[in-house]
T-cell receptor, first 113, second 116 residues
Framework: AQKVTQAQTEISVVEKEDVTLDCVYE???????LFWYKQPPSGELVFLIR??????QNEISGRYSWNFQKSTSSFNFTITASQVVDSAVYFC??????????FGTGTRLTIIP | KAGVTQTPRYLIKTRGQQVTLSCSPI?????VSWYQQTPGQGLQFLFE???????NKGNFPGRFSGRQFSNSRSEMNVSTLELGDSALYLC???????????????FGEGSRLTVL
């Protein structure tokens, strides 16, 4: 069975600090997708990134970067020079190739001005 | 292009009533899936529809049902509401090409249901 673990329930950092959100996944499939979503107070899940299991290249998008390591079954998310607007709940999710996501429990990130 | 649209955004019902939620996917997306989000259980998959057929189903009782129309719009229904059904219900649409999921999956803003 597939499983996603986000061990960090809540994180608080001072603005401009870097912060890394951890995600560890379990799956028996060799083909799968990993996702990160941001959920602001409004409730919508905002898509941040999708990575398939065959692409282990790390990705950087502005202040955001993702580190995918199949050897440790991890897909960690780093925000560089954090801003108050980054405050939200962040979810990591896994799909075994079909439109059915298994989510982690989320990490609530608070950026202190 | 327009995103995933869910209506209503907020609603209040009482125990025993039923509720219908609506979701209009992104234009061109033929797959629609539904999730329930509660503080206790987190985000859980309800079901997924493609071309008016339910393809995947989560572990929810039969009181939770859904359907999809020929224009890809989807509705979900919850009958005989219980207090525990209070939740944010999120709809997602995804792009499929030649029957294969592209991996794209985008969510709407959700319908927040309160059961009193």
């Amino acid at each position: 069975a597939q499983k996603v673990t986000q061990a960090q329930t809540e994180i608080s950092v001072v603005e401009k600090e870097d912060v890394t959100l951890d995600c560890v996944y379990e799956t028996r499939d060799t083909t799968y997708y990993l996702f990160w979503y941001k959920q602001p107070p409004s409730g919508e899940l905002v898509f941040l990134i999708r990575r398939n299991s065959f692409d282990e290249q790390n990705e950087i998008s502005g202040r955001y970067s993702w580190n995918f390591q199949k050897s440790t079954s991890s897909f960690n998310f780093t925000i560089t020079a954090s801003q108050v607007v980054d405050s939200a709940v962040y979810f990591c999710a896994l799909s075994e190739g079909v439109e059915r996501l298994t989510f982690g429990t989320g990490t609530r990130l608070t950026i202190i001005p | 292009k327009a995103g995933v649209t869910q209506t209503p955004r907020y609603l209040i019902k009482t125990r025993g009533q039923q509720v219908t939620l609506s979701c209009s996917p992104i234009s061109g997306h033929r797959s629609v899936s539904w999730y329930q989000q509660t503080p206790g259980q987190g985000l859980q998959f309800l079901f997924e529809y493609f071309s008016e057929t339910q393809r995947n189903k989560g572990n929810f009782p039969g009181r939770f049902s859904g359907r999809q129309f020929s224009n890809s719009r989807s509705e979900m229904n919850v009958s005989t509401l219980e207090l525990g059904d209070s939740a944010l219900y999120l709809c997602a649409s995804s792009l499929t090409l030649a029957g294969v999921w592209t991996g794209e999956l985008f969510f709407g803003e959700g319908s927040r249901l309160t059961v009193l």
